[in-house]
């Protein structure tokens, strides 16, 4: 397992953890309601960082969160290039 791995692992469990702290202090409140869906959007990121350490094939393996904004938008990665260190 390496840092990466780690720390996806970590920012999982303390989000699902959090998560349900927040959702179980009150469940009818909306606020609660809202926090528990960006913890669990966090949560989503933080396990899929972890399975994306784990994964077999190295192109597979995203480099930055830049990548994935290019494939969403579909932009041409020489464009983007200049601009990654701000992305980050």
């Given at each position: 397992?390496?840092a ?6 970590l ?6 953890s959090?998560?349900?702290f927040?959702?179980c ?6 606020l ?18 972890l ?10 393996i995203?480099?930055s969160?830049a990548?994935?904004?290019?494939l969403w938008?579909s932009?041409?990665?020489?464009l983007?290039?200049?601009?990654r260190?701000?992305l980050?």
């Amino acid at each position: 397992m390496n840092a990466l791995a780690l720390a996806g692992l970590l920012t999982g469990l303390s989000s699902f953890s959090m998560g349900m702290f927040v959702l179980c202090k009150d469940k009818t409140r909306k606020l609660n309601k809202l926090w528990f869906f960006f913890y669990s959007f966090c949560w989503y990121l933080g396990f899929r960082g972890l399975m994306d350490c784990f994964r077999t094939n190295p192109l597979a393996i995203p480099p930055s969160v830049a990548y994935y904004l290019c494939l969403w938008c579909s932009l041409d990665t020489d464009l983007v290039l200049p601009f990654r260190f701000f992305l980050l």
